[in-house]
Structures are given as C-alpha cells and as structure tokens.
C-alpha cells in the first residue's frame, strides 16, 4: 500500500479513472432511495448508552477522508476521545464557554434564531453519547523537519469532509450532532494538538435515545435551493 506524503513540488503524475457507470434508471431508483434515506437525518441531542461498534465510526472517518480538498492537502485531523476524564474535560470547559454565550455574548439576533432548536448551555452528549470525534483542520502543514507549508481551501476541505462523515454516520444506522462551542481553542490543549491545528467541530456519535426528540423542523425544497441558468 502507498502511503501519503505532502505533495508539493511533485511533478504531475496522471493515472486512469475508469469509474463505474450506472444505468440511468437504476441510478435514477438509487438516487431516490438515497434522497429519501438522507431526508431522515436529523441533529440528535439525546443518546443511548447501548455501545457502538468502533469500527463503524472508523469507517465512516475513513469516508470522509476521501473528501476532496484543496491541492489534495487534506488538511484534517479526527481525534476520537475515549477516556472518561478527557470527556469530562471537554464537556466542562464548553458548558463554561456556552453559559456565557447564552447570557449574552451571542447577542439576541443569534439567541433569536437559536431558540427554535430548543438549546442550551447543558451539553449532556458530550459525556453520553459511546463515541466522541473531535475535529481539527490543519491550517498548514509541517514537515518532518519542522519546517511549514501552506494549506489551501482548509475550512472548505474539512466541511466538505465532515459533511460526508455525517452522511456516512447516518447510513449506517448512527445519529450524531455538530457542535461548535465558542471559542474552541480550550480543544486544542486539552487533547494536546500541535499548534497548526485548530479545532472545527465536536461530534459526539451513537444511537438516538429512545425518549429522544428533535426540533420540528421543514427543510426547504429544491425549488427553493436551485436556480436554473
């Protein structure tokens, strides 16, 4: 198996791509199958303490490690947070950061558009949920020698890649939730990341609690999202 390596100043190398190609009808039949599936996704708060098998959140990092990104740098790091004591860690310092979000530093625009969702400063899925992915995006790249190169595209790579983790997730049977305390910086000491890494998301990963509940929420529909030109 190759292994990576940054690929700057290589020179180009080109391969074939023989993708497989679906017959229009059966990928007609899959792509409707896969909208209806993908429409049943939801953000979950609430989880169940029943295990999750590791290897499917593993699986489901490794899908998105397949996102495309700017000069194919993939500029991301999936930290899975497994002890206990770290987990509490983490969920003190961002319930701390939330309270003061809450009374006041996000200002009532953004407490406004908040409230349909139901949220709070409490984070209980931070320490429930069986799996813990911290993501980070790497701003720039250092080298075995210490020395640095610039990253392209970060904050869109790792969107990119965490949208297709999220989906992955999802397919496999597993509800999780984006969450993004403000500042995050207390991430990046606390799990002991290198300075060029800077925290993207928190994703706590399991099943759905049977008394879960979610925000009844409508998504717009595609007339509302595409504009023919």
């Not at 869109?156 to 995050?184: D, Q, R």
């Not at 409508?218 to 030109?229: A, C, E, Y």
């Amino acid at each position: 198996m190759r292994t990576w390596e940054p690929m700057h100043g290589r020179p180009y190398r080109p391969t074939a791509y023989h993708p497989s190609r679906i017959p229009a009808d059966e990928a007609t039949g899959i792509a409707e199958r896969f909208r209806e599936r993908m429409n049943e996704r939801r953000t979950v708060r609430a989880f169940s303490a029943e295990p999750v098998p590791e290897q499917l959140v593993l699986d489901a990092i490794a899908v998105a490690n397949t996102a495309p990104s700017g000069a194919h740098q993939q500029p991301w790091t999936f930290v899975l947070v497994q002890n206990p004591v770290v987990r509490r860690q983490i969920r003190e310092a961002a319930e701390y950061e939330e309270q003061i979000s809450y009374d006041g530093r996000l200002g009532e625009e953004w407490l406004s558009a908040l409230s349909p969702l139901g949220t709070d400063e409490h984070k209980p899925h931070l320490t429930d949920a069986p799996h813990l992915l911290v993501v980070f995006e790497q701003r720039y790249g250092i080298r075995a020698d210490g020395s640095t190169y610039k990253h392209y595209y970060v904050g869109e790579s790792v969107g990119i890649a965490v949208g297709m983790l999220l989906t992955a997730l999802h397919l496999s049977g597993l509800s999780a939730l984006t969450h993004t305390p403000s500042p995050m910086g207390f991430l990046r000491d606390v799990l002991n990341r290198p300075r060029n890494e800077k925290a993207f998301a928190v994703i706590p990963i399991g099943y759905a609690a049977e008394d879960a509940v979610v925000p009844d929420l409508v998504r717009k529909t595609l007339d509302q999202v595409v504009v023919r030109v």
